[in-house]
């Protein structure tokens, strides 16, 4: 239970103060990465006001102060639904189709011509799991055809809630539109009125979910992934923030690894060991 000092009548309806929303950014682009400017206020105060309601404080200022400068473990706690609530989780399944046709055309014949007998890919911001679920699909399809293979998928996001539904693997009807046919057919299962979609216990026994924080000094992860898909979250982050993220998860690509970003991402002129193969992926030398 997060203690508040007693509001006023008058402080229930203060807006954020300028000094408040300017410590709160920075609190959470040194926690996240995630840059909020003067154009992502009233989305800020609208989701605060979502979180204060359920730890029943209603001054705003006072919920900042609680977070900016109280500790203990409660605070802490809140912290993560903080973090959950200044997220942007849109996702789609196929998102970016030409991704999964290099990776189902290039990437997979790749390694079964290799000796490799082990695929595993790491969806670095995987959100509500459409784009986990997307590559667990492609990659169950291929190892149906390719015997000698087998394959994991690690699935991470910093936020808690999208973290709690993609492990349930439910998702809207319509959500699934792009999903081929063949790949529907093999892995979804729809509810009696079409309304809901649920993913075949096969793809989900075959996806680790884990909260993990892309801004960690070090990500307790292997160190040989195949693929690392890290789609559509640099977007969120400053400059420096774009390149110390492909820096670490570099050292997660075995040589020969490939680091696939959002279309509108990119690593190209930073010095990394990585060169560019397609449209937004990257191959680790
Ligand atoms: C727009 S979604 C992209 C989802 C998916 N990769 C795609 O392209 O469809 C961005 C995701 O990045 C996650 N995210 C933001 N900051 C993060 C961080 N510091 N560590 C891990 N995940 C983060 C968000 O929670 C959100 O789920």
Known sequence: MINATASTPENDTDPLSAHNFERLCKFIKGYCGIT??????TMLEGR????????????????????????GPEIEAEILHLMDAVTT?????????????????????????????????WSAACSIGAEPYTI?????????????LDYMVLATDICYQSLQKAQVGRFPGSMVEPVPEHLLHQYVMRSADGSE????????????FA?????????????????IFLRNVLIYFDKPTQL????????????????????????SRTGLPLHSVANTIFQRR
Do not use: Q, W
């Open 89 to 121: 989780n849109k996702t789609d399944f196929f998102r970016e189709p030409s991704h999964f046709d290099f990776l189902t055309k290039t990437i997979l014949p790749e390694i079964a011509a290799s000796s490799a007998r082990h695929i595993k890919i």
């Open 36 to 41: 909020l400017n003067a154009s992502r206020r």
């Open 244 to 267: 110390l993220v492909p820096t670490r998860l570099c050292n997660h690509l075995r040589p020969g690894g490939y680091l696939v970003l959002g279309h509108s991402e990119s690593v």
């Open 48 to 71: 605060l006001k979502r979180r204060m309601r359920a730890v029943a404080i209603d001054d705003i200022n006072e919920y900042a102060r609680i977070i900016l400068e109280e500790r």
């Open 197 to 208: 979609v649920r993913m075949s216990p096969r793809l989900r026994s075959n996806i680790a």
């Open 211 to 227: 909260r993990l924080n892309l801004m960690d000094e070090r990500y307790p992860v292997p160190a040989d992934f195949d693929v």
């Open 136 to 148: 667990a699909m492609v990659l169950d399809d291929f190892c149906r055809k390719h015997s000698a």
